[in-house]
């Protein structure tokens, strides 16, 4: 079973960043996500990547804001925040999956979630 570990939220003033880290228990995850859900909204994609790293996806609103990053030789993700918007206040997920190397936007795509982490950005 592999096991997902956020990190890295907190709370931040509008503008301001923050760096969020999943480390994996497992070696050799192909895609890997980054999803948020705010109270009473679905769970809605952010970023996501690729095992080598060469393909990002991201999610219009975070476009220019969030770099989605990672490093294999740690089994770990990163979501960089840049230019944080008090609608960025959500609880992030970390994803990921064995079955494609291709990044995906769907939940229904990761079997592999983490316990999430809170962001909240004052305005």
């Known amino acids: 079973q592999v096991q997902l570990v956020e990190s890295g939220g907190g709370l931040v003033q509008a503008g301001g960043s923050l760096r969020l880290s999943c480390a994996a228990s497992?070696?050799?995850?192909?895609?890997c996500a980054w999803f948020r859900q705010a109270p009473g909204k679905e769970r809605e994609f952010v970023a996501a990547i690729s095992w080598s790293g060469s393909s990002t996806v991201y999610a219009d609103s975070v476009k220019g804001r969030f770099t989605i990053s990672r490093d294999n030789a740690k089994n770990t993700v990163y979501l960089q925040m840049n230019s944080l918007k008090p609608e960025d206040t959500a609880v992030y997920y970390c994803?990921?999956?064995?079955?494609?190397?291709?990044?995906?936007?769907?939940?229904?795509?990761?079997?592999?979630w983490g316990q999430g982490t809170q962001v909240t950005v004052s305005s």
């Open positions: 994803a990921a999956d064995y079955r494609s190397q291709r990044p995906a936007t769907a939940p229904v795509d990761y079997n592999y």
């Open positions: 497992a070696r050799s995850l192909s895609r």
